[in-house]
């Protein structure tokens, strides 16, 4: 299995910014895609912005120009940084990753894991 833990969330005026971390620990043998999503109260989980292991990244439209993803594979942490934040920002956002795991003796490929989510409120 795998844990991710995530940090950095928190209260923030418009304008400003804040770093999430998400660090991934367990029986990890390789990890593959890293993601940040975001569910406003009410709404639908939506992707923020995912990256490859070889940093190739993505970004929902409404966040482009604002937040940077990147990952740290050494220490199997990915991270967001967000900038210019606005009260529309304000939701729970969870770290994903996709990963080959050991289990015993044994690989099993592709798996997809989440973290709990950590509050981001923007006020204005």
């Known amino acids: 299995q795998v844990q991710l833990v995530e940090s950095g969330g928190g209260l923030v005026q418009a304008g400003g910014s804040l770093r999430l971390s998400c660090a991934a620990s367990g029986s990890i043998f390789n990890i593959n895609d890293m993601g940040w999503y975001r569910q406003p109260p009410g709404k639908q989980r939506d992707l923020v912005a995912r990256?490859?292991?070889?940093?190739?990244?993505t970004y929902a439209d409404f966040v482009k120009g604002r937040f940077t993803i990147s990952r740290d594979n050494a220490n199997n942490t990915v991270y967001l940084q967000m900038n210019s934040l606005k009260p529309e920002d304000t939701a729970v956002y969870y770290c994903?990753?996709?990963?080959?795991?050991?289990?015993?003796?044994?690989?099993?490929?592709?798996?997809?894991?989440w973290g709990q989510g950590t509050q981001v409120t923007v006020s204005s």
């Open positions: 990256i490859t292991s070889g940093g190739s990244t």
């Open positions: 994903n990753c996709n990963a080959d795991v050991r289990a015993g003796p044994a690989v099993l490929y592709g798996w997809n894991y």
